[in-house]
C-alpha cells in the first residue's frame, strides 16, 4: 500500500474514532429542560426550581459532547477557554449583577461544565445557591 495511502487510511481512522468519543445527551430524567433554556442568564430565577433533577441525574452529563449539552441546556451564559482545546460552560443559577443592562460577569451562583480535550464533559460542579433568594431555599446539600 503506497505512503499516500496509509496516511489517508490513518487520517479516517483518527477522524471516525474521535467523532464516535462521547456518549448523546437526550434526557435527563425530572429534569424540564425547557424551562431551563427558557431562562437565560437566570434571570427570571426559574432555573432553581428544575436544578435538582439535574443534579440528582448529573452522571449522565459526564461524557456528553458539547453540542448534545448546549441542545439539552441551551448555549451558556458564559464559555470559557483553557489551554490546549479544553473550555468551560457556565450556566448561571440565580439572578444576578449580570441581569443588569451589559451582562456583566456576576459572582452569582453557576453550573460549570468542563470539557476535556476531545471535546467531552469531564467535571460537573454546581455553586450552592443563596439561601432566601427566590420562593425555594437551597433544593440540594
Known amino acids: ?5 496509509r496516511r489517508l487510511v490513518l487520517f479516517f481512522s483518527l477522524g471516525a474514532l474521535l467523532g464516535g468519543c462521547g456518549h448523546a445527551l437526550t434526557e435527563v430524567p425530572g429534569f424540564d429542560a425547557e424551562t431551563w433554556r427558557n431562562d437565560p442568564h437566570a434571570c427570571r430565577d426559574q432555573r432553581r426550581t428544575v436544578l435538582p433533577a439535574l443534579l440528582r441525574h448529573k452522571e449522565l452529563l459526564y461524557e456528553a459532547r458539547a453540542n448534545d449539552v448546549t441542545a439539552l441546556l441551551g448555549p451558556p ?6 489551554a490546549g482545546t479544553e473550555k468551560v460552560y457556565y450556566y448561571y443559577l440565580e439572578p444576578g449583577t449580570h441581569c443588569q443592562g451589559r451582562r456583566a460577569r456576576s459572582g452569582a451562583p453557576t453550573l460549570s461544565l468542563r470539557f ?4 467531552t464533559v469531564t467535571e460537573v460542579l454546581s455553586d450552592p445557591l443563596t439561601p432566601g ?6 433544593p440540594f446539600n
Open 133 to 138: 433568594i427566590g420562593k425555594q431555599k437551597r
Open 77 to 82: 451564559d458564559e464559555e470559557e477557554l483553557r
Open 1 to 5: 500500500m503506497p505512503a499516500s495511502t
Open 116 to 119: 476535556g480535550p476531545i471535546g
